[in-house]
């Protein structure tokens, strides 16, 4: 790979993504921006390109956490610093790996020094080297959590905290923040998403024109990176010079009463969490101000911040996705604009004109969206709802043919479904497990290669050897037996694999749309606690795997809206599906321990022994010490207790729908399965 960057001038299209890019770079307090957008998008390419139009910076020699001169920090721990000639060098960019652990974030005691030598020394982490340059996540969705949160927090107070280690560091960290992120490999979290000061969507362009001239370029960099850098050095050096000079400006921007009484209208009037969005939407305006070399704050200034600001703070549930009402945005900032007449009390032209829509609601055009009461809960009118049965497909017919589909209830906070025991996957927030993260538990030997030393406990262990070793001064005499690696006590994220009954026994319209709701629920829990999802679906003759184990828990929401109901059950197609797939992942992440949850009445249909069947593709999960949850979807008068027959098979609880919403319970699994354990010592 050549080292000659690709020139950001040349890189096709993307007007938003180039913008927010600039923006950052001219001011930083505006928090970064966060990129999303499908495979091969160039999106790494750009992020990479702007670091090389950042101005250079001054810093004091030698200093590790690039102080500048001019205004050098306090509490730098490399300082206090001595006046001295600057040294100057490009601004950094620092690329963060996705493995990436918290130590090298925000550094660490340097341990080599302090049992060499004695030395109590730190070392500093990424954060002190993209001091006053540029942070770059790619795929900052698949970090963990709580290294999320720690850049972001660096990033919004630009100051990097450490405490460990008998180790206590404060150093300034103040960087352009820049994350990257295809959503087809899940979500960030609604509360991280927040703390990035912008988001834009890109996607390929559909021109064809367009896509052959990115293709040329491509090409011609590959074939010679410095002569195509050349031929565009013109152009890089005169967007370089535009930041500086929008740099100098920004200080002296004006942001009016009136464009603050727009920012935080438009922000009240798209229900924003707190008040972060208004803050970032003025810095940005600012920002977009000083950029077009202005020193005050304009109405179009106001709306391009909120394109840019509001739309991935408007989701108000985890599978919306981002987005912004373009119409009600003109309508606000139309109603808060300065009129140049006093307004009519009954109708003036600030409510009728094209820009803010008639007094119906409507656009441009006088149609428009449908008036806010045409549908309490803002969605089209529905067509009226079906008899029970109807729509379903006769027996036999496999599902096929037009079957109907019921929307999914509210979503709500479920129970917390455990797996039991201590596990080794990947940090998330369901079971618990050894991880990275977490507090320290104990100390043990290391096994393999040594990655978290725990210092105390190889101090103790090497203490009382050190006469017999012959020490004679304060570094300590190490024998590889000495050294203890700490176990950490966390919680790791499981594969939840939903299998769910979609035949003619569940097809009646209020009730899928209760076991949809509560499935949504399960789905929503698993997208907080960072799991891996699957959905297989059983109705007709077969069992389908509607979606193969992913991190996108929006993609598994999207499926169970769109499934529909009818025919047949085979029960034991599902649990033999379930089987086969779980035997798959297991090969593929051995880690990860799987979560079954079983979503059905407990019918089953296809032959005089299909419920024997289902028993005994109970029994093959069963034996495998499988996590299960049995969602108990029966209802009405007469019971006939087959889904909590199917649950006995599994080993596993049976909950109903209106336990799930249960709070304060104790994990369900882990009680079942130590009292199946209790049943076999007995």
């Known amino acids: 790979m050549s080292d000659v960057r690709y020139p950001f001038t040349a890189i096709v299209g993307m007007a938003d993504l180039r913008l927010g890019l600039l923006l950052n770079a001219v001011s930083p307090a505006v928090g970064g921006v966060l990129v999303r957008g499908e495979k091969g998008t160039a999106k790494s390419t750009m992020v990479r390109a702007l670091a090389g139009l950042l101005p250079s910076i001054a810093t004091v020699p030698g200093c590790r956490f690039a102080c500048d001169p001019a ?41 080599e020094r302090a049992l060499a030598e004695g030395v109590k020394a730190y070392e500093p982490g990424l954060l002190a080297k993209a001091h006053r340059g540029v942070l770059y996540i790619d795929e900052v969705n698949l970090l963990q959590d709580h290294v999320v949160d720690l850049l972001l927090d660096a990033a919004a107070m630009g100051r990097s905290y450490v405490e460990r280690e008998g180790v206590s560091v404060r150093h300034a960290a103040r960087f352009l923040l820049v994350g ?96 972060r969005a208004d803050i970032v939407m003025a810095r940005t305006a600012v920002a977009l101000a000083a950029w077009d070399g202005r020193t005050e704050v304009l109405e179009e200034d106001v709306r391009k911040a909120a394109q840019l600001a509001l739309p991935h703070r408007r989701r108000r549930n985890p599978f919306d996705a981002p987005g912004l009402d373009e119409e009600q945005l003109d309508r606000t900032l139309a109603e808060h604009s300065q009129p140049e007449e006093p307004t009519d009390p009954e109708g003036g032209p600030e409510g009728d004109g094209p820009e803010g829509g008639g007094p119906d609601g409507g656009g441009p055009d006088g149609g428009g969206a449908p008036a806010p009461g045409d549908a309490p809960d803002g969605s089209a009118a529905s067509e009226p709802e079906p008899p029970a049965d109807a729509g379903v497909p006769p027996q036999g017919t496999g599902g096929a043919g037009k079957a109907p589909v019921a929307s999914a209830g509210d979503p709500y906070r479920t129970r917390l479904f455990k797996v039991p025991g201590t596990g080794k996957g990947a940090q998330g927030r369901r079971s618990p497990a050894e991880t990275d993260g977490g507090h320290t538990v104990r100390a043990r030997r290391p096994q393999g290669t040594l990655s978290r030393l725990h210092l105390s406990a190889t101090l103790r262990a090497a203490a009382p050897h050190q006469v017999a070793r012959g020490r004679d001064s304060r570094a300590l005499v190490l024998r590889r037996d000495d050294f203890r690696e700490q176990v950490r006590q966390g919680r790791e994220s499981n594969l939840v694999l939903f299998v769910v009954d979609a035949s003619g026994s569940m097809a009646a319209r209020q009730r899928m749309t209760a076991v949809k709701g509560a499935v949504m629920s399960l789905l929503m829990d698993a997208y907080q606690r960072r799991d891996k999802i699957g959905m297989i679906t059983f109705r007709g003759s077969s069992a389908e795997l509607a979606l193969p184990p992913t991190s996108s828990v929006e993609v598994g929401a999207a499926r169970l809206e769109q499934l529909p109901t009818g025919g047949r059950t085979p029960l034991a197609a599902g649990l033999l599906r379930a089987h086969e797939v779980l035997r798959v992942e297991r090969m593929r992440d051995p880690h990860r321990r799987p979560l079954l949850m079983v979503v059905t009445d407990g019918r089953a249909t296809g032959g005089r022994d299909a419920l024997a069947q289902a028993g005994r593709a109970a029994g093959l999960l069963a034996g495998q010490g499988l996590a299960s949850v049995v969602l108990d979807c029966e209802s009405g008068p007469v019971r006939l207790g087959l889904a909590r027959t199917l649950a006995g098979q599994l080993n596993a609880p049976a909950v109903t729908l209106d336990e799930l919403r249960a709070e304060g319970v104790t994990a369900l699994v882990h009680a079942h399965r130590t009292v199946g354990h209790d049943r076999k010592a007995a």
């Open 71 to 111: 205004a050098a920090d306090p509490q730098c721990p490399d300082g206090p610093h001595a006046p001295e000639p600057a040294e100057r060098r490009p601004a950094h960019l620092v690329e963060l790996p996705v493995g990436v652990s918290e130590d090298r974030i925000v550094g660490s005691l340097d341990l």
């Open 180 to 275: 990257t992120m295809n959503p087809e490999e899940g979500e960030l979290r609604p509360q991280l998403l927040d703390r990035f000061g912008l988001t834009v969507e890109i996607a390929a362009t559909r021109d064809p024109g367009e896509r052959a001239d990115v293709v040329r370029r491509r090409l011609a960099y590959d074939a010679d990176p410095a002569g195509f850098a050349a031929r565009y050095a013109a152009d890089e050096r005169a967007l370089a010079e535009r930041i500086t000079a929008a740099r100098e400006l920004l200080p002296e921007v004006v942001l009016t009463d009136l464009a603050l009484r727009q920012i935080t209208a438009v922000c009240a009037a798209f229900e924003v969490d707190g008040l």
